[in-house]
């Protein structure tokens, strides 16, 4: 499992998140990914591209698993 350290932010959109980490080449490559039902949050499907991510919540995509610390 993967730690992503929120700084000086109460949360992330999840679709800074995938760009940030370099998981997507784009935001328009983030917001496909997220559409089409890529990307799990506390394992659900999320189709919020701008869903904001809070300490305690784990991101699944592309059998990673990322936990906002």
């Known amino acids: ?3 992503f350290e929120l ?4 949360y992330i959109q999840l679709n800074q998140f995938l760009k940030l ?3 997507v080449e784009s935001g328009s490559h983030a ?21 904001k991510l809070r300490k305690g919540d784990t991101v699944s995509f592309r059998e990673e ?3 906002i610390e």
Do not use: A, P, S, W
């Open 7 to 10: 700084e000086n932010q109460e």
């Open 1 to 3: 499992m993967n730690k």
């Open 21 to 23: 980490l370099g998981l």
């Open 65 to 67: 698993v990322y936990t």
């Open 31 to 51: 917001k496909e990914c997220i559409l089409d039902g890529e990307v799990l949050v506390n394992n659900q499907t999320e189709l919020q591209l701008r869903k």
